[in-house]
């Protein structure tokens, strides 16, 4: 199995910055992709940056611009950056994993974070 965890997260003022980090633990044998998802409280999940395996890299549209998706292959890390920050950025933020690992090889699984809160104030 492979677990993520997430830290980075809190509470920012509009227009601040906060860093989120999330390492994959398992045995992972490669990788697909690496990304954020973020669900407000009512809302669905949504995309916030993912970045594949070929380096390719997307954003959700009401983030792209002010965040930043960068991973390390050799710690099974992905970060995002998020600079100017609004109160509409408030979510619980979701790490996802798409990879192999030696207990299911033949197949690519989508792994889950528990998730990390962001709050933004006024």
């Known amino acids: 199995q492979v677990e993520l965890v997430e830290s980075g997260g809190g509470l920012v003022q509009a227009g601040g910055s906060l860093r989120l980090s999330c390492a994959a633990s398992g045995s992972i044998i490669d990788i697909n992709e690496m990304g954020w998802y973020r669900q407000a409280p009512g809302n669905h999940r949504e995309l916030v940056a993912s970045v594949f395996s070929s380096e390719r890299k997307t954003y959700g549209e009401y983030v792209k611009g002010r965040s930043t998706i960068t991973r390390d292959n050799s710690k099974n890390t992905v970060y995002l950056q998020m600079n100017s920050l609004k109160p509409e950025d408030r979510a619980v933020y979701y790490c996802?994993?798409?990879?192999?690992?030696?207990?299911?090889?033949?197949?690519?699984?989508?792994?889950w974070g528990q998730g990390i809160k962001v709050n933004v104030s006024s």
């Open positions: 996802e994993f798409r990879c192999r690992t030696e207990q299911g090889w033949s197949t690519w699984n989508e792994y």
